[in-house]
């Protein structure tokens, strides 16, 4: 079974960075597509970035193109999310997730989550 664990979370001040990292057990990590999301209290969960098995292709959404980073090494099984600049608004628990391409239907393991709390 997949299990995802999430490390780095914290408190920063706005223009500050932070550097999360997700660790990867159960399965071959290099088959599976990573993604990062994040759940702002009281919204739901939305994408932040994902990367393909291989480490090309990486893609974000459009809020932190300019100041996030995602990676992965596959040496490692740990995916990455460089996030700099770092606004109020980028106030959430920040998830890894999983995604197997045989099998349709998104992500399917995620991780328990990590705080990060952006004041000004």
């Known amino acids: 079974q997949v299990q995802l664990v999430e490390s780095g979370g914290g408190s920063v001040q706005a223009g500050g960075s932070l550097r999360l990292s997700c660790a990867f057990s159960g399965d071959t990590f290099s088959d599976y597509a990573m993604g990062w999301f994040r759940q702002a209290p009281g919204k739901e969960r939305k994408f932040v970035a994902a990367?393909?098995?291989?480490?090309?292709?990486?893609y974000y959404t459009d809020s932190v193109k300019t100041r996030f980073i995602i990676s992965r090494d596959n040496a490692k099984n740990t995916v990455y999310l460089e996030m700099t600049n770092l606004k109020v608004e980028d106030t959430a628990v920040y998830y890894c997730a999983a995604d197997d391409p045989r099998i349709t239907g998104g992500y399917e393991f995620w991780g328990q989550g990590t705080q990060v709390a952006v004041s000004s």
């Open positions: 990367i393909s098995p291989g480490g090309n292709s990486p």
